[in-house]
C-alpha cells in the first residue's frame, strides 16, 4: 500500500487559501521549499490541509530522527506540561534540565569529566561555544571554513559560508574568523584527478596558521564532521585526526558541530565518532528532542566552567517540556536501536545513488554517511560545473509527486535526503523511486 495518497491538484483549494494568507503576513525573506501546509503528521509522512499525504524525504531538516509526533514524546510533553511549562533555569531549578544534562554528558565521545549548557538552537549554542573557549583560552580568534554553516545569528553567519544566500546585506560582521578549505575531495583541485582526499587541504589549514593568523591566537576550530549545507560532505577520519593533534599542538578547542549530522543519524551518536576522535565540545541541536526547541553544548568540563558566573543564561533554554522530550526520544533511539537503522537506510539509498550516478548524466557526486545522503548534480558527466536549475526542479517534480525534498550545497546543486530514522524499508523504497523518477522528468 502507498504511503502517498494524493487527493486534489497540488497545492489544493484549503493549501492555497492558507499560502495567500502566508503571502500577505509573512516575511517574503523567509523561504519555504514546497507549497505544502501541514495539518499533521505521523512517523515519516505529512498530510496537509486537503487530505493529501507525502513522504518526507526531510525530517524537518532533521529535527525528527524518531519520526513524526511519536505517541511516546507526545504523552512526555503532554505530562509534563500539566505540572511545569516554564520557569527558567536562571530563576530555579529542574530535575528534567538535570537528567537531560547527565545523559548527554555520558553520551558524547569524551573521555573525563563532562558538564553541559543547554539552550534553544543550533546557533545559540554555537555562540555558546565560542563564548565557552575563549573564555577557557583568553583568545579571541575561530578558525572555519569553507562551505560550512553555523546558524543565522551575527557571530554565526560569520562563521557560516554560502554569502549570497545567507550573508548578503547583513554584514559587517564578527572580527577575527579565518576561513580554510574543508576537504572537498570531488572539487578539490588538488584530489579531483584521484578521485579521493589526499589532505591536501590540511596543508592548507596548517598554512593558514602562519599567513593568516598566529595559532596562539585561536581560541577554537570548529568544524562539521560532516557537512549539512555545505553538501553532505563527510570529513575524511586522517583529515579529522589530523585536526585533533594540530589543536592538542596549539592549544586550540576542537568543536564538533554536530547539529544536524547527531543523534544516529550518521549510525552513531555523533558523527565523529566514526573517525576515534575526541573533540572538546560538542555542540548540539535539530533530533534532540525530537522537534522541539533545545540545544546544547557538552563537552570537557573544564571548558564549559569556563566563562563566569552568570555569563551563560537563556530565558528558555533547557525548558523542561523540551528535556523531557529529548530523554523520551533519546530512550527511543537507545531502545530501537536507530544508529542500526540510520546504517540500514544509508545502504539502501547509496545502492539506488551510485546506480542513478550511471544511469544519468547530471548525476555527478553521490555521498553521505549513514542516513545523511546526497545527491550532487552537474552539466554533464564529464562536466562537473554545478547544475543549479536541477535541484529545483527536482524539488518541485517530487512535491508534485508526493514526496518532500529540500536542497543543499554551496551552489545549491545537491539533492539532500533526511528521512526520518523510523521510515519503513516500503515507505523508503516508495520515496527513492519518486526521487528517480523526479530526476528522470529533469533530464
Known sequence: MSAINL?????????????????????????????????????????????????????????????HAPAEVADAIRQQAEDLIHLCAIVGTYEPYIALAEKLNSLVPITGPTKTFLSNSGAEAVETAIKMARAYTGRPAIVTYEGAYHGRTLLTLSLTSKYALFKKGFGPFAPEIYRVPYPYSYRCTHCRDEGSCNLTCFEDLERSLITQVDPSAVAALIIEPVQGEGG?????????????????????????????????????????????????????????????????????????????????????????????AALKAIEIMERDNLNQRAEQIGEISMAHFRAWRDKYDIVGD??????????????????????????????????????????????????????????????????????????????
Open 7 to 67: 487527493r486534489t491538484a497540488l497545492p489544493g483549494p484549503k493549501s492555497q487559501a492558507i499560502l495567500d494568507r502566508r503571502d500577505a503576513a509573512v516575511s517574503k525573506a523567509s523561504f519555504r521549499s514546497t507549497p505544502v501546509v501541514a495539518a499533521k503528521a505521523s512517523g515519516a509522512t505529512v498530510t496537509d490541509v486537503d487530505g493529501n499525504t507525502f513522504l518526507d524525504f526531510t525530517a524537518g531538516i532533521g529535527t525528527v530522527n524518531v519520526g
Open 232 to 324: 553532505f560532505i563527510p570529513a575524511p577520519y586522517d583529515y579529522l585526526r589530523k585536526v585533533r593533534a594540530l589543536c592538542d599542538k596549539h592549544g586550540i578547542v576542537m568543536i564538533a558541530d554536530e547539529v544536524q549530522a547527531g543523534f544516529c543519524r550518521t549510525g552513531r551518536w555523533f558523527s565523529i565518532e566514526h573517525s576515534g576522535v575526541e573533540p572538546d565540545l560538542v555542540v548540539m541541536a535539530k533530533s534532540i528532542a525530537a522537534g522541539m526547541p533545545l540545544a546544547a553544548v557538552t563537552g570537557k568540563a573544564a571548558i564549559v566552567d569556563a566563562p563566569h558566573l552568570g555569563g551563560l543564561g537563556s530565558t528558555y533554554g533547557g525548558n523542561p517540556v523540551a528535556c523531557v
Open 366 to 443: 553521490v555521498r553521505g554517511l549513514g542516513a545523511m545522503t546526497a545527491v550532487e548534480f552537474v552539466k554533464g558527466r564529464n562536466d562537473r560545473t554545478p547544475n543549479t536549475d536541477a535541484p529545483l526542479k527536482i524539488v518541485g517534480e517530487a512535491y508534485n509527486r508526493g514526496l518532500l525534498l529540500i536542497r543543499a550545497g554551496l551552489y545549491s546543486n545537491c539533492v539532500r535526503t533526511l528521512v526520518p530514522l523510523t521510515i519503513s524499508d516500503a515507505e523508503l523504497e516508495e520515496g527513492l523511486g519518486v526521487l528517480e523518477e523526479s530526476i528522470a522528468a529533469v533530464m
